[in-house]
Nanobody
């Protein structure tokens, strides 16, 4: 079993920044396969960023150049640095391990 706990969401103005964190515990042997997803009201869950099996990071088209996913292997933690936020980035952001285990999500609201 793997437990995932996200934090760092909140209300931010357009153009602002937030950093999300996801701490993994349990039977987590590698941070490869960890990813961030988001779901806005009325929309399907979509990929934001994922650490692929080879260790490279893949980003969704809508966040390329604005969001950066990073990792701290020693802390079993992945981060999502979100810059130049737009109202359309408003969503619940979920951390996932290999799309098998999911956190409860953290709400990000971008509004003036």
């Amino acid at each position: 079993q793997v437990q995932l706990v996200e934090s760092g969401g909140g209300l931010v103005q357009p153009g602002g920044s937030l950093r999300l964190s996801c701490v993994a515990s349990g039977s987590i042997f590698s941070l490869n396969g960890m990813g961030w997803y988001r779901q806005a009201p009325g929309n399907e869950r979509e990929l934001v960023a994922i650490i692929a099996s080879g260790g490279t990071t893949v980003y969704g088209d809508s966040v390329k150049g604005r969001f950066t996913m990073s990792r701290d292997n020693a802390k079993n933690t992945v981060y999502l640095q979100m810059n130049s936020l737009k109202p359309e980035d408003t969503a619940v952001y979920y951390c996932s391990a290999r799309q098998v285990y999911w956190g409860k999500g953290t709400l990000v609201t971008v509004s003036s």
